[in-house]
């Protein structure tokens, strides 16, 4: 028996089709990978990015440099003078019940006086009722303006620190564990820490914050430090096998400790303020991540800036850490 005979027949026309397309599978793949290469070769050689810095830029750059030293030695030499008071300030602000969110204070209805009050008795009582309802949904609340008197302070890097920033500043922001644009840092506020948020004042935004926002804080932005590594405090097991010696075993003992430091950290220095719970729990906690309270869009684009945002801003902080979560 032929064992040909046994075979399957393949049409030629079939054969040729498929030899076409491996010939042109392999023709494809080679094209590819010669394609790979010319790009790699381009942008390695041709098309550089050139970035162009105009005169005025660097000119701007170096006065700014300048300003910034001759601030930061003026206040290690003579301190902030009258520029900080010893005192708390209690400013009020305007919150609408209704909306329940703050309102400008450019943007409230000036009060009316007692002869313009009498004119207006004469109208009808349909158009008056809308002032009336505006009046009673706007409060003032008091509120601190600075951070006198707190034990713990919240503190924010909203410049970034570049080539042109002097190097004590850099030193300074580096010891304060702010070295990343948008990082956020609980620090004891005493004279020491003061003192040198004074120094950079420029380059942070702090304040007080409530255990409202601590609380939101850790739990949605709360990463730890274990072994040098960054790790979110996804689990009480972590706290307590970190800090069980010091009696803390999850977040709600984390947010009582962030919002009342210890007193031998506040009176501080020296080997017991460095042994102090609250020290333990800022350097266990990774810098807090946030975000812009501006986009890139409406900064650029739109020309939304925050302007002279800068330094203590005392309770109002709790509006700026929200904005950034």
């Known amino acids: ?72 030695n003026r206040v290690s030499k003579k301190g902030m003078q009258k520029r900080a008071s010893n005192k708390s300030v209690v400013k009020n602000k305007v919150w609408d019940s209704v909306k329940e969110e703050e309102v400008d204070e450019k943007d409230v209805p000036e009060k009316k006086s007692e002869k313009e009050e009498d004119s207006d008795d004469d109208m009808e009582d349909s158009d008056n009722e809308a002032p009336k309802e505006s009046d009673n949904r706007l409060q003032n609340i008091p509120y601190k303006a600075n951070s006198i008197g707190a034990t713990t302070v919240f503190a924010i890097l909203i410049r970034p620190t570049i080539h042109t920033t002097p190097k004590p500043v850099k030193k300074t922001l580096s010891s304060l564990r702010l070295r990343r644009m948008h990082e956020g840092v609980f620090l004891p506020y005493n004279s020491v820490t003061r003192k040198m948020l004074h120094l950079v004042e420029p380059y942070v935004l702090y304040g007080v914050p409530s255990m409202e926002t601590i609380s939101d804080l850790v739990r949605r932005r709360g ?48 080997e017991s303020g460095e042994a102090a719970t609250f020290g ?11 975000t812009a309270r501006k986009s890139k869009f409406q900064r650029k684009m739109l020309d939304f800036k925050d302007g002279k945002l800068y330094g203590d801003q005392g309770e109002a902080m709790n509006g700026y850490i929200r904005e950034m979560l």
């Open 1 to 72: 028996m032929n064992p040909n005979t046994d075979l399957q027949l393949v049409p030629e026309t079939l054969l040729k089709k498929r030899h076409d397309l491996d010939a042109l599978q392999a023709q494809r793949a080679a094209s590819a990978l010669n394609r790979s290469i010319s790009r790699k070769r381009i942008s390695n050689s041709k098309f550089k990015t050139v970035k162009i810095v105009k005169p005025e830029t660097i000119l701007m750059q170096s006065r700014q440099c300048k300003k910034s030293a001759i601030r930061y």
């Open 223 to 270: 990463f730890c430090r274990v072994d040098g590594q960054r790790v979110p405090l996804a689990d009480n097991n972590v706290i307590e096998r970190e800090l069980g010696e010091l009696g803390l075993i999850c977040v709600e003992d984390l947010v009582q400790v962030l919002s009342t430091a210890s007193l031998d950290v506040i009176e501080g220095g020296g």
């Open 280 to 290: 333990k729990v800022a350097k266990f906690l990774w810098p807090f991540r946030l």
